[in-house]
């Protein structure tokens, strides 16, 4: 099976322009600032509000958000319902309590990572976009290892969940500082840029085909330049019964990843980059399964004999198209509600038990809730976004086999994680290993220390009963949970007069709608084409 995704515009940034630029009180109040109903007028808005306080001199303007439409109006374009103008209030408001409280001095990191979480933090209001950040910082930089740190910075709690905070790490430093963070809330992550500079697959000697890397993607699965956006597509090799049959499924994954690397960006530079590296994610999920089925040797020969496929593939297609060969062509994902969709487990982590709670967020005024509630779901408020969001609880069985990742030590995880970096990945791997912090806690710095020269990126999170965050989306239950969670569960009433209305309406029908886009290119996981 495939699942194929669309270049994703989700964020990663740096800390490095901490005590660089100055921030200033705004002068006294400006002409008001109409905020367009559109994308484009949610951004001008963010534009001059930042530049009202890191331009010396620069007026802050009176917002006016009445041609924003009402909240819970449908979007015909974009797909979802209207969040109304109030997150974009939210924001402004919360941005400009941030800058004050800088005012007067150079910017700092906590400021960096802040303004960069509250526009994640209102760009999922209503939940009909999505959003993901990585925030970059340095080892030693205290401030930015305590940003997650809750009583530090209780502030923060109801918008920092929105970045995974991640270190650029160098070979042969010193991890106990870090380690000892890792404990208490998992964070930061690690990257490590000269191995994600230097090599494709980790086997064998570099070969610095993407020497102008400069960081990753949220999930830090494809090494990225500067502007570059990421393309990834998703197989499942479990669900081959034939190393033969799996080969056709990863030429069409390439195929169709390939294509995507044809359209047409609107930023000059993101263009440049993109064109120049036509970047490919092919990644695999199910792989706890392939192990427990199939075993480690099965695996690593399917994985080796798939990656020269793809890449014979790309050169048969490039030459082709007469475009370049992509610059890496494969990845392996976090997954998530993806590799649910196919019966398979997430990319290479192991399930969180045999029964556990799946946890998904929804817009509060979603057309479906109701039926989800009737059908005898949990359904809350989301924590940090309660006005706008709610948090949908699952119950799941995944069955007898395979075994939960509290069975799975912290060293196998790893050694999976290198396993998959050497005969896949030429990007990177995507892991986030779970550790016993009584157990295992002290051993962090020490793994970390043999396997800095086997990844190029990895993130840690301790199980704890209580979880490590607010409504994590995973956690762990035991049999007689999981049973009377379902107990009182019926199946969702969905029939054709019950749907939501149709996300998308096609370009063919806007001429009678209202509250039509005023743009129509790829946003999300689909593009629309204006018509001629």
């Not at 690593?300 to 297609?317: C, P, S």
């Not at 995944?398 to 998959?420: K, N, Y």
């Not at 007689?480 to 199946?491: D, G, L, Q, R």
Request: glycine fraction near 8%.
């Amino acid at each position: 099976g495939i699942n194929t995704a669309f270049p994703c515009t989700h964020g990663g940034f740096d800390t490095v322009g901490a005590g660089k630029c100055g921030v200033y009180t705004p002068t006294k109040p400006g002409a008001p600032f109409v905020v367009g109903d559109t994308r484009e007028g949610w951004v001008s808005s963010l534009d001059v509000l930042l530049k009202a306080y890191l331009v010396e001199g620069t007026p802050m303007p009176e917002f006016d958000y009445s041609q924003i439409r009402a909240e819970g109006q449908q979007l015909k374009t974009f797909g979802g319902l209207s969040s109304g103008p109030e997150p974009l209030k939210q924001m402004h408001l919360a941005l400009s309590k941030v800058f004050d409280a800088n005012a007067g001095n150079p910017i700092t990191v906590t400021t960096i990572v802040d303004i960069m979480n509250l526009i994640g933090k209102c760009v999922v209001a209503g939940n009909v976009r999505r959003t993901a950040e990585i925030a970059f910082g340095n080892a030693n930089s205290s401030e930015f290892l305590n940003l997650k740190n809750y009583e530090q910075n209780p502030q923060r709690a109801e918008y920092g969940w929105t970045s995974n905070n991640s270190v650029f790490a160098e070979v042969g430093m010193d991890y106990l500082e870090v380690s000892e963070n890792i404990q208490k809330n998992g964070e930061p992550g690690f990257a490590w840029l000269d191995n994600m500079q230097a090599y494709s697959r980790m086997k064998g000697r570099p070969d610095f085909r993407d020497h102008k890397v400069k960081g990753g993607n949220p999930c830090l699965e494809q090494s990225l330049e500067s502007m570059e956006l990421c393309c990834l597509v998703e197989t499942f090799p479990f669900h081959h019964d034939e190393l033969e049959d799996y080969k056709k499924t990863l030429d069409c994954a390439l195929m169709y990843a390939k294509t995507i690397t044809l359209i047409t960006v609107h930023w000059p530079a993101t263009r440049e980059v993109m064109y120049r590296n036509r970047r490919i994610g092919c990644s695999v999920s199910g792989i706890a399964q392939f192990i427990t089925a199939r075993g480690v040797h099965t695996l690593q020969k399917w994985l080796d004999a798939g990656y020269m496929e793809v890449v014979a593939e790309d050169r048969k297609i490039s030459n082709w198209w007469r475009i370049p060969n992509s610059v890496k062509l494969t990845s392996v994902k976090p997954s998530g509600t993806i590799s649910l969709l196919a019966g398979a487990t997430p990319g290479i982590h192991y399930p969180e038990s045999r029964f556990y709670l799946r946890r998904v967020r929804m817009a509060k005024n979603f057309p479906m809730l109701d039926k989800l509630r009737e059908a005898g779901y949990k359904v809350e408020p989301a924590f940090g976004s309660e006005a706008s969001t709610v948090v949908v609880e699952v119950p799941v069985d995944v069955g007898d086999g395979i075994r939960g990742v509290g069975e799975v030590s912290m060293w196998e995880q790893l050694c999976l994680a290198a396993f998959m970096q050497k005969h896949w990945a030429d990007n990177q791997v995507s892991a986030t290993v779970t550790f016993d912090p009584a157990k295992e806690g002290s051993q962090v710095h020490h793994a970390l220390a043999y396997f800095q020269y086997q990844l190029k990126g990895v993130s840690f999170l301790p199980r704890h009963d209580y979880g490590a965050f607010p409504q994590m989306p995973y956690e762990a239950i035991d049999e007689a949970t999981y049973k009377k969670e379902v107990e009182h569960i019926k199946s969702v009433n969905i029939h054709p007069e019950g749907l939501p209305p149709r996300t998308r309406s096609t370009i063919l029908h806007q001429d009678n709608t209202t509250h039509k886009m005023e743009d129509a290119f790829c946003d999300g996981d689909k593009c629309t084409f204006p018509s001629k």
